[in-house]
């Protein structure tokens, strides 16, 4: 190779060289700082195709998406002096590249270290201002947003991020805390049963109360219906009884006398003495006459 031609592919390579580090290229997703001999020359650099002076300026980028930050758990004290141990995460991002360069030096590491440290001292005044039952279940989602307003305006002029939400994933309470709810919570269950058992048993005194009535209602009706067809009918069969005797009156006076001598008989060892001239037998005399 001569060199001419030597001296073309040298020129060539510094060129390449040069353009790669002259050109770059910043996502949407994506923050950038440049820095000329470590001075910041340009804090926020816009998505797209740029151009800096080779090996003078120096190009930092970092991730402008949503990061989360896992706080260490840690234990807080409510009003009533109770001990919680809390775990807790925040989503933020870059919001202030200039004042997040500044404060962390471009470090994700640093940056979620100093944020969930701030966190940790949020969740301290917040939690001590307010009662157990407010943090647990009460008032957390108000907790939840007072923390996060809060933490986001100072975290935004000292860190230069934005904090979109803080959560609690889980609430803890140390053994003594937890056996002291357990028992208050197991004897407000009992109490809560004493009083349905209560509320059952007098219901069930009502409705056994009303069913016996409307059983008593019910056999009223039903004996006075029956009192009242059992006398219409008496009084159907005397009425039919009274017009067939009254058909013939001795013949019913007969079957009478029998009628009242067969009940006189009904036993076998009964005796009856009768006069031969009383009535009866004069009324046999005349009917074997009539033969």
């Known amino acids: 190779m001569s060199n001419k031609s030597f001296f073309g592919v040298a020129v060539l390579a510094l060129v390449v060289l040069v353009a790669a580090n002259s050109l770059y290229i910043v996502s949407e997703y994506e923050r950038a700082v440049v820095l000329r001999f470590g001075r910041l020359i340009n804090p926020d650099v816009a998505p797209g195709l740029h151009v800096k002076i080779p090996f003078a300026d120096k190009l930092r980028k970092f991730d402008g998406r949503i990061m989360t930050t896992d706080a260490r758990p840690e234990s807080f004290y409510t009003i009533e002096n109770k001990r919680l141990i809390v775990d807790s995460y925040a989503k933020w991002r870059i919001e202030n590249v200039d004042e997040y360069y500044k404060a962390t030096g471009g470090d994700e ?8 440290s701030r966190v940790a001292d949020e969740l301290r005044n917040q939690i001590g ?42 609430i803890d309470l140390p053994d003594d805390v937890s056996e002291s709810v357990f028992d208050r919570m197991s004897a407000d269950r009992e109490k809560e049963a004493r009083e349905y058992r209560s509320k059952g048993a007098e219901q069930a005194e009502v409705i056994r109360a009303d069913a016996d009535r409307q059983v008593a209602v019910l056999e009223a009706n039903a004996y006075r219906d029956a ?43 009964d005796l009856m003495v009768v006069d031969p ?12 006459g009539q033969k």
């Open 129 to 170: 201002s307010r009662t157990l039952h407010e943090v647990v279940s009460g008032k957390r989602d108000e907790l939840m947003h007072e923390l996060t307003v809060s933490l986001n305006q100072s975290a935004n002029e000292l860190l230069g991020i934005d904090v979109l939400d803080i959560r609690v994933k889980r």
């Open 277 to 288: 001239e009383s009535d009866f037998f004069r009324f046999l005399k005349n009917i074997d």
């Open 109 to 116: 590491a640093v940056a979620a270290s100093r944020l969930a």
């Open 227 to 269: 009192e009242k067809v059992r006398g219409e009918g008496d009084a159907t069969a005397a009425a039919t009884f009274a017009e067939a005797y009254n058909q013939n009156r001795d013949f019913y006076a007969f079957v009478r006398s029998l009628t009242a001598y067969k009940k006189s008989f009904a036993n076998k060892e």
